[in-house]
């Protein structure tokens, strides 16, 4: 299949014995540049695609035909593996199941199913979880959706903060049972919290945020975790250089001293407009 090699890639990483830092991606330039500076996934954030996509907060909002169209869309721009969070599968087992089929076909490397219950019910302002039962329904769900053997499933959960370690590793434990590839954790608070999970489990462990002393990859490592996210960076700078670059040129600036600036060759190279110009050469003669 035309993305095995990338699923390898990501198998590869969580099958190995360190820990890596992801791309936050979230459109064709960020996962080319992502691609140039060597990094070994990309990450494609539910918040990043709410923003990107509908200019929305990460409440449920986007759809599952709007963020496979953007996973395609970087798909074709890149070859670098990308870790799509599928948030809740868009609705109940049934929707994991389908949600993994349309990642899949859009190219994704792997992505996370998690057990919050999405959207946000009617007078609950705290976030709820959905039962482990569910939860469980909901990973065999996508596993079953699975075509491409290689295609990575991790199961999610952001249990450690809403009802407790020991339900986090019970949900953990349930997931690890039915053939999820990974386990993504979200909401740990300290050490002695990660290392209670990775006792406790044994799958590869990606790990969505921790505190700064939390942050050494030796010591990620060792506890299984294979790959550590660092938030989404890339687009809250992107967001503040539109800003300032607007701000600028609405306040009288004239585009010859705008500062920041992405270089003639960057943005070359960004739109691969060296390889375009051969396809024109050899397909339309174009000198």
Do not use: W
Not at 158 to 163: F, K, L, Q, W, Y
């Amino acid at each position: 299949m035309a993305f095995r090699k990338r699923r390898e890639a990501l198998r590869s990483i969580l099958n190995g014995s360190g820990c890596i830092r992801p791309g936050s991606v979230y459109d064709a330039t960020s996962i080319r540049i992502a691609e140039d500076l060597g990094f070994e996934v990309g990450m494609f954030g539910g918040s990043v695609a709410s923003l990107a996509v509908l200019g929305d907060p990460d409440i449920a909002l986007i759809t599952l035909t709007e963020l496979c169209e953007q996973m395609r869309r970087m798909s074709r721009a890149a070859a670098l593996p990308v870790l799509v969070d599928a948030d809740h599968g868009y609705g109940n087992a049934l929707n994991v199941r389908r949600t993994v089929q349309e990642l899949e076909a859009a190219g994704a490397a792997g992505l996370t199913i998690e057990d919050t219950l999405l959207p946000q019910p009617f007078g609950q302002a705290k976030t709820q979880l959905i039962s482990r039962e569910e939860g469980v329904g909901k990973m065999k769900a996508g596993l079953d959706g699975r075509g491409d053997p290689s295609l990575v499933i991790i199961g999610r959960t952001g249990a450690v903060s809403i009802t407790g370690l020991d339900d986090a590793i019970a949900r953990a434990k349930a997931y690890e049972a039915v053939g999820v590839d990974a386990l993504f954790f979200t909401g740990i608070k300290d050490r002695g919290e990660l290392e209670a999970i990775s006792a406790a489990t044994k799958l590869p462990i990606v790990l969505g945020g921790a505190p700064e002393e939390m942050t050494g990859l030796d010591y990620l490592a060792n506890l299984r975790v294979r790959i550590a996210l660092q938030g989404h960076a890339p687009f809250a700078a992107a967001t503040q250089a539109v800003y300032e670059t607007l701000k600028a040129l609405r306040d009288g600036a004239s585009p010859k001293n705008l500062k920041g600036l992405a270089s003639a060759e960057l943005t070359a190279n960004a739109m691969r407009e060296a390889d375009t110009k051969a396809r024109a050469n050899e397909f339309l003669g174009l000198k």
